[in-house]
């Protein structure tokens, strides 16, 4: 099985300032069709995720652009430019390249 | 607008069965492979099961291998998910999600499954 570490897990944030995620996976997400199968999933309290980042760093619709996701191989990072209220909550990245696996989580919380 | 229901959580005693379902609405369902998916409470997420547009493909984890079956409907936009032989640690909340090609981009609300005695 792919193995997606996370980090920070924790991360306070003060508003206005920016934030970044990391995310490695135990092998290689290139896929055999040239693609690169990592996600960005936010979960809010109480809610269900959200598909934020598809494809490395590709935004969903309606997502604000302050989200942007980078990386290749096994090395991706989410950022933040500016945190605002609403962006509470975790964030996980997944590979969709060799099954489904999800990282641990990052819990993303106001100062 | 797209829309995934789940239906079928409730409390069951372990070695007991449930059978989840959720109905999709607003897309082309039977064009679109599906996924279960669930996170246990204060956890993450973990997927379970995958089944292919026109049942051509299905895979399980390996922790519900053998215990629990997939299927669809596409006469009626519905995805199921048969659990036999409940665990303590299958309590949680299961999602249905659709299925874009080594993504999830939508999910459904959840549906709560607590196995306890």
């Known amino acids: 099985d792919v193995v997606m570490t996370q980090s920070p897990l924790s991360l306070p944030v003060t508003l206005g300032q920016p934030a970044s995620i990391s995310c490695r996976s135990s092998?290689?997400?290139?896929?055999?069709?040239?693609?690169?199968?990592l996600n960005w999933f936010q979960q809010r309290p109480g809610q269900s995720p959200r598909r934020l980042i598809y494809?490395?760093?590709n935004r969903d619709s309606g997502v604000p652009d302050r989200f942007s996701g980078s990386g290749s191989g096994t090395d991706f990072t989410l950022k933040i430019s500016r945190v605002e209220a609403e962006d509470v909550g975790v964030y996980y990245c997944?590979?969709?390249?060799?099954?489904?696996?999800f990282g641990q989580g990052t819990k993303v919380e106001i100062k | 607008e797209v829309q995934l229901v789940e239906s079928g959580g409730g409390l069951v005693q372990p070695g007991g069965s449930l059978r989840l379902s959720c109905v999709a609405s607003?897309?082309?369902?039977?064009?679109?492979?599906m996924d279960w998916l669930r996170q246990a409470p204060g956890k993450g997420l973990e997927w379970l099961s995958h089944?292919?547009?026109?049942?051509?493909?299905?895979n399980y984890a390996e922790s519900v291998r053998g215990r629990f079956t997939i299927s669809r409907d596409d006469a009626e936009n519905s995805l199921y998910l048969q659990m036999n032989s409940l665990r303590d640690e299958d309590t949680a909340v299961y999602y249905c999600?659709?299925?874009?090609?080594?993504?999830?981009?939508?999910w459904g609300q959840g549906t709560l499954v607590i196995v306890s005695s």
């Open positions: 999600a659709r299925d874009a090609r080594g993504s999830a981009d939508y």
């Open positions: 092998q290689s997400l290139v896929h055999s069709d040239g693609n690169t199968y």
């Open positions: 997944m590979q969709g390249t060799h099954l489904w696996t």
């Open positions: 607003g897309f082309m369902f039977s064009s679109y492979s």
């Open positions: 494809k490395i760093s």
């Open positions: 089944i292919g547009s026109g049942n051509i493909y299905i």
